[in-house]
C-alpha cells in the first residue's frame, strides 16, 4: 500500500473511531438515563438531541436550508468561511513576513532579543479577544476596510511561532559553518541568505502550520467586534445563540471552520513538500531539536 | 617574506576571571612558502587555537601574526585562508558542485567561471562523477574531499587543517593523505595541518612542529628529510621509522614534563 493511502485509511479509520465514540456514548446514555451503566452517577454530558445531536444529523443539517425557504446550510457555511479565509489569508502572509522579519532582527541584534522579545511574548498572552475590538476601533479612525482590519487581529495571532522558530532556525547552523563564512569574508546578509536562511527552512514550516490554524481563529474572532456579517465569526455567534433549538447547525459550522483550517494547513505542507526535500523535513518541532542537538554532539565529539 | 610569522603569540580565554586559561603562550614561528607544517601535540596543547589564530577566527592576547606580511584579519578579508575542520561542514540543501561553488559566490564571480572553476577543483580531488550528488549521498571521505575541493576553489595561498582526517577509517585515511599530498604538489599551496597522528604527520610533512599543554607552547620542531615525491613506499622506508622515533619521543618528552 502507498504511504498516501494508508494515510487517508488512518485518517478514515480514526474518523470512524470518534463517530463511534459520540454515537456510543450517546446511546449509553439514552438507555442509563443519563447515568454510568450500574451507578448512580450522572453523565458529565447530557446525551438528548439538544446537547448531542447525532453525527448524521450534523451532515443532513448542512445539505438543508439554513433557513426556512433560504439556501442550503452547506452554501451559506462555504461562502462565510471563504469570506473569513480572505482576511485569514493576508493575516497570514502579513504575520509571517513580520515574524521572519522579527527572526532576523533578532538573530542579528543581541540587544533587539533582549529588549523586545518580552514583548512579544507578552503580546500573546494578552486575550486576542481585549485586543481585536482596540484594532478594530483605532483602524476603523483610519477608514480602512473592515476585512482588512479583521486580517490584522488575525496577523496577530499568526506572527508568533514564526517570529521563535526563525529565530532558533537562522540560529541552527553549526559553529564551523559559521567561521567557513567568516573565511571567506562574507558579508552579514550574505552569511543570512547564503547560510542562515536556507537552514532555517525547515524549523520554519512546522511554524507556519501553527499560523496558518492561527490566522484563521483570529479571522473568526476579529469579525465580530467589527460586527461582520458575512463571516463564519457573525454564523458561529448566531448559531450558538440558537444552539438549543438547532444544536446541528453550530456543528455545522465547526465542522466547516476545520475544514477551512485543515485546508489551509494542507497549502501550507505542499508548499513545504515542494521546497523542501525529504531527508531535510521535521516533522515537530520536538525532532527538530533532537536531530540538531545529535549533530551537534558528532562535530564536538 | 615568508608566508606564516609568529612572534612572542599568546592567547588568554576568560582573562581575569576565575576561569582563566592561558591557552598558548609564547609561541615563536616561521613557514616558508609551500611549506607543508604540521602541528601535533597532546589534546588541550592549544594546536586549534594556533590554527584560529593564523585563520583570524580568534585574536590574540599578545605577540604578532602575519600572513604573507599583513595582518590575519587582512589576510582573510583577502582571501588568503582555505580551511578544513574535523567535520566536512558541506551545506546539506547543496548539491556537491554547489557547495564547491559557495565561497565562489560570495566572491562574486559570475556564474560560468564558477561552475568551470567548481569542474575543475572536483577533477584535481576526483569526485567530477559526483557533482550532481548531495552531501548525504557521498562516504565520510568523499564529503572531505569536497571539504578540500571548497577550501582551494578560490586558490588561497595558505590551507588551515583541523585534524580533517581524524573523523576517517585508517584507510580511508592513508589514501586521504596521499591525495592531499598530490593536490599539493599541483598546487604549491602552504599548509598547516593540526593532527595528533604521528605517522601523519611525519608522512605528510616537511616540518613537524610539538606543542605541550598548560600553557600551550612550541617545545621541539622536526625536520622530516623525507625524499620526494612521496607515495606509498614512504611508508616503509627506514628513514619514515626513525622520523617516527623522534616525534614519538619528543612527545614523550612533553607528557614527562
Given at each position: 500500500?502507498?504511504?498516501?493511502?494508508?494515510?487517508?485509511?488512518?485518517?478514515?479509520?480514526?474518523?470512524?473511531?470518534?463517530?463511534?465514540?459520540?454515537?456510543?456514548?450517546?446511546?449509553?446514555?439514552?438507555?442509563?438515563?443519563?447515568?454510568?451503566?450500574?451507578?448512580?452517577?450522572?453523565?458529565?454530558?447530557?446525551?438528548?438531541?439538544?446537547s448531542?445531536?447525532?453525527?448524521?444529523?450534523?451532515?443532513?443539517?448542512?445539505?438543508?436550508p439554513?433557513?426556512?425557504?433560504?439556501?442550503?446550510?452547506?452554501?451559506?457555511?462555504?461562502?462565510?468561511?471563504?469570506?473569513?479565509?480572505?482576511?485569514a489569508?493576508?493575516?497570514?502572509?502579513?504575520?509571517?513576513?513580520?515574524?521572519f522579519?522579527?527572526?532576523?532582527?533578532?538573530v542579528?541584534?543581541?540587544l533587539?532579543?533582549?529588549?523586545?522579545?518580552?514583548?512579544?511574548?507578552?503580546?500573546?498572552?494578552?486575550?486576542?479577544?481585549a485586543?481585536?475590538?482596540?484594532?478594530v476601533?483605532?483602524?476603523?479612525?483610519?477608514?480602512?476596510?473592515?476585512?482588512?482590519?479583521?486580517?490584522?487581529?488575525?496577523?496577530?495571532?499568526?506572527?508568533?511561532?514564526?517570529a521563535i522558530?526563525?529565530?532558533?532556525?537562522?540560529?541552527?547552523?553549526?559553529?564551523?559553518?559559521?567561521e567557513?563564512?567568516?573565511?571567506?569574508?562574507?558579508?552579514?546578509?550574505?552569511?543570512?541568505?547564503?547560510?542562515?536562511?536556507?537552514?532555517?527552512?525547515?524549523?520554519?514550516?512546522p511554524?507556519?502550520?501553527i499560523?496558518?490554524?492561527?490566522?484563521?481563529?483570529?479571522?473568526?474572532?476579529?469579525?465580530?467586534?467589527?460586527s461582520?456579517?458575512?463571516?463564519?465569526g457573525?454564523?458561529?455567534?448566531?448559531?450558538?445563540?440558537?444552539?438549543?433549538?438547532?444544536?446541528?447547525?453550530?456543528?455545522?459550522?465547526?465542522?466547516?471552520?476545520?475544514?477551512v483550517?485543515i485546508?489551509?494547513?494542507?497549502?501550507?505542507?505542499?508548499?513545504?513538500?515542494i521546497?523542501?526535500?525529504?531527508?531535510?523535513?521535521?516533522?515537530d518541532?520536538?525532532?527538530?531539536?533532537?536531530?540538531?542537538?545529535?549533530?551537534?554532539?558528532?562535530?564536538?565529539? | 617574506?615568508?608566508a606564516?610569522?609568529?612572534?612572542?603569540?599568546?592567547?588568554?580565554?576568560?582573562?581575569?576571571?576565575?576561569?582563566?586559561v592561558?591557552?598558548?603562550?609564547g609561541?615563536?614561528?616561521?613557514?616558508?612558502?609551500?611549506?607543508?607544517?604540521?602541528?601535533?601535540?597532546?589534546?588541550?596543547?592549544?594546536k586549534?587555537?594556533?590554527?584560529?589564530?593564523?585563520?583570524?577566527?580568534?585574536?590574540?592576547?599578545?605577540?604578532?601574526v602575519?600572513?604573507?606580511?599583513?595582518?590575519?584579519?587582512?589576510?582573510?578579508?583577502?582571501?588568503?585562508y582555505?580551511?578544513v575542520?574535523?567535520?566536512?561542514?558541506?551545506?546539506?540543501?547543496?548539491?556537491?558542485?554547489?557547495?564547491?561553488?559557495?565561497?565562489l559566490e560570495?566572491?562574486?564571480?559570475?556564474a560560468?567561471?564558477?561552475s568551470?572553476?567548481?569542474?575543475?577543483?572536483?577533477?584535481?580531488?576526483?569526485?567530477?562523477?559526483?557533482?550532481?550528488?548531495?552531501?548525504?549521498?557521498?562516504s565520510g571521505?568523499?564529503?572531505?574531499?569536497?571539504?578540500?575541493?571548497?577550501?582551494?576553489?578560490?586558490?588561497?595561498?595558505?590551507?588551515?587543517m583541523?585534524?580533517?582526517?581524524?573523523?576517517?577509517?585508517?584507510?580511508?585515511?592513508?589514501?586521504?593523505?596521499?591525495?592531499l599530498?598530490?593536490i599539493?604538489?599541483?598546487?604549491?599551496?602552504?599548509?598547516?595541518?593540526?593532527?595528533?597522528?604521528?605517522?601523519?604527520a611525519?608522512?605528510?610533512?616537511?616540518r613537524?612542529?610539538?606543542?605541550?599543554?598548560?600553557?600551550?607552547?612550541?617545545?621541539?620542531?622536526?625536520?622530516?628529510?623525507?625524499?620526494?615525491?612521496?607515495?606509498?613506499?614512504?611508508?616503509?622506508?627506514?628513514?619514515?621509522?626513525?622520523?617516527?622515533?623522534?616525534?614519538?619521543?619528543?612527545?614523550?618528552?612533553?607528557?614527562?614534563?
Amino acid at each position: 500500500m502507498s504511504p498516501n493511502a494508508r494515510r487517508l485509511l488512518s485518517f478514515l479509520g480514526i474518523l470512524a473511531v470518534l463517530i463511534a465514540m459520540w454515537e456510543g456514548y450517546k446511546w449509553m446514555g439514552t438507555a442509563t438515563g443519563g447515568v454510568w451503566p450500574g451507578t448512580g452517577i450522572g453523565l458529565p454530558v447530557r446525551t438528548n438531541e439538544r446537547s448531542m445531536p447525532h453525527t448524521w444529523d450534523v451532515v443532513i443539517a448542512l445539505l438543508r436550508p439554513a433557513r426556512r425557504g433560504g439556501e442550503m446550510l452547506l452554501l451559506v457555511l462555504v461562502r462565510a468561511a471563504l469570506f473569513t479565509w480572505r482576511s485569514a489569508l493576508l493575516g497570514f502572509v502579513l504575520g509571517s513576513a513580520v515574524g521572519f522579519g522579527l527572526g532576523v532582527l533578532f538573530v542579528r541584534s543581541a540587544l533587539a532579543e533582549r529588549g523586545l522579545m518580552p514583548h512579544v511574548v507578552a503580546s500573546q498572552t494578552v486575550p486576542i479577544l481585549a485586543i481585536a475590538p482596540i484594532l478594530v476601533v483605532w483602524a476603523g479612525r483610519l477608514n480602512v476596510t473592515r476585512w482588512l482590519v479583521v486580517a490584522v487581529v488575525s496577523a496577530y495571532l499568526a506572527f508568533f511561532p514564526v517570529a521563535i522558530n526563525t529565530l532558533r532556525g537562522l540560529r541552527s547552523p553549526d559553529a564551523t559553518a559559521s567561521e567557513l563564512m567568516r573565511s571567506y569574508a562574507a558579508t552579514p546578509n550574505q552569511v543570512l541568505w547564503k547560510l542562515q536562511v536556507p537552514a532555517a527552512l525547515p524549523y520554519l514550516f512546522p511554524a507556519l502550520k501553527i499560523a496558518a490554524t492561527a490566522s484563521i481563529i483570529g479571522a473568526i474572532v476579529g469579525e465580530l467586534p467589527a460586527s461582520m456579517p458575512d463571516g463564519l465569526g457573525r454564523a458561529i455567534l448566531n448559531f450558538a445563540a440558537a444552539f438549543s433549538a438547532a444544536p446541528e447547525k453550530l456543528f455545522a459550522s465547526i465542522l466547516v471552520a476545520s475544514m477551512v483550517g485543515i485546508g489551509f494547513v494542507g497549502v501550507v505542507v505542499l508548499a513545504e513538500r515542494i521546497l523542501i526535500p525529504p531527508s531535510r523535513r521535521l516533522e515537530d518541532l520536538g525532532e527538530a531539536a533532537g536531530q540538531r542537538g545529535g549533530r551537534l554532539k558528532e562535530v564536538v565529539a | 617574506m615568508s608566508a606564516l610569522s609568529l612572534r612572542g603569540v599568546g592567547k588568554v580565554f576568560n582573562p581575569g576571571s576565575d576561569q582563566e586559561v592561558q591557552a598558548v603562550h609564547g609561541v615563536d614561528l616561521s613557514v616558508e612558502r609551500g611549506e607543508f607544517i604540521s602541528v601535533i601535540g597532546p589534546s588541550g596543547c592549544g594546536k586549534s587555537t594556533l590554527l584560529r589564530l593564523i585563520g583570524d577566527l580568534t585574536p590574540p592576547s599578545s605577540g604578532t601574526v602575519s600572513v604573507n606580511g599583513k595582518t590575519p584579519a587582512r589576510a582573510r578579508l583577502d582571501r588568503d585562508y582555505g580551511m578544513v575542520f574535523q567535520s566536512a561542514t558541506l551545506l546539506e540543501w547543496r548539491r556537491v558542485a554547489a557547495n564547491v561553488e559557495l565561497p565562489l559566490e560570495i566572491m562574486g564571480m559570475d556564474a560560468a567561471e564558477r561552475s568551470r572553476q567548481a569542474a575543475a577543483m572536483l577533477g584535481l580531488v576526483q569526485l567530477d562523477r559526483f557533482a550532481n550528488h548531495y552531501p548525504w549521498q557521498l562516504s565520510g571521505g568523499m564529503q572531505q574531499r569536497v571539504a578540500i575541493a571548497r577550501a582551494l576553489a578560490f586558490k588561497p595561498s595558505i590551507l588551515l587543517m583541523d585534524e580533517p582526517f581524524g573523523a576517517l577509517d585508517e584507510m580511508t585515511r592513508e589514501r586521504m593523505q596521499s591525495e592531499l599530498l598530490r593536490i599539493r604538489a599541483e598546487t604549491g599551496t602552504t599548509v598547516v595541518f593540526v593532527t595528533h597522528s604521528i605517522p601523519e604527520a611525519v608522512f605528510l610533512s616537511t616540518r613537524v612542529v610539538i606543542m605541550s599543554p598548560r600553557p600551550g607552547t612550541i617545545t621541539e620542531v622536526v625536520d622530516i628529510d623525507l625524499p620526494e615525491p612521496r607515495s606509498d613506499d614512504t611508508r616503509e622506508d627506514q628513514r619514515f621509522f626513525e622520523l617516527l622515533t623522534d616525534v614519538r619521543e619528543g612527545l614523550r618528552a612533553v607528557e614527562d614534563s
